[in-house]
């Protein structure tokens, strides 16, 4: 019972961090998000939110000086996301960069197979994050909640793979790519409109520093 309790005023002190922190920029929230989630209480935030980019970056977050370093790494390539990829949604988070696109831009309608206007975004996306190697990037698959739930599970996982297969085979090193399918579990967008189902469709790129920028961010932090 006290450690439930525990875990809930943790939840809680993190979004009052978060919502607390609306005045500052997007580095410095990084470096502060960092100081009081680890992994374990990031997956608990992102259940909650229902935003399972939100609470991986967060679990991955370093904080501190470390922190900030690769905050204003992350902004420099999310401003550049944004200006090369129009399509899609982009959001600083923490340490880190949510990279949304709706399912009706990479595929066509209960298709695992990459439209041809998806391969046009994505190689977008991949120049981009081909100057910027030394990040990893979790590729999720998300539904509506129409259908079954195994299929669905079945269908975001396909989606996904589909995605890093193609990232892959346009120059992304594989040890940087992971994937992960939801299915229906973590809908964010309201399932009981069309609107709502339309935008759960999606397919989400999650970007974090990999070891050797952590490193270096450390050492320029001097720490």
Known sequence: MKRNRFKMIMVLCSVLLI??????????????IGTVAGG????VIGKA???????????AAVGGATGAVIG????????????TVPDAKVERVGEGIVV??????????????????????????????N????????????????????YNQNLSESRAQEVSAYLFSNGIARSRIRTKGFGESVPKYNNNTENGRSQNRRVEFLITA??????????EAGQ
């Open 49 to 59: 939110a229902g935003n399972t980019g939100l609470g991986a970056i967060i679990g």
């Open 100 to 129: 949304e696109f709706s399912s009706n831009v990479l595929f066509g309608f209960d298709s695992k197979s990459l439209s041809q206007e998806a391969k046009t975004n994505l190689d977008k996306l991949v120049k981009v994050l």
């Open 131 to 150: 100057v910027y190697p030394d990040t990893d990037i979790e590729i999720q698959g998300h539904t509506d909640s129409k259908g079954s739930v195994s």
């Open 19 to 32: 919502s607390s922190c609306a005045s500052l920029n997007k580095t410095q929230k990084g470096g502060a």
């Open 72 to 83: 204003n790494k992350m902004d420099k390539q999310a401003q550049e996301i944004k200006n």
């Open 40 to 43: 374990a209480m990031g997956a």
């Open 210 to 219: 990999n070891e050797k920028m952590k490193n270096e961010a450390q050492k």
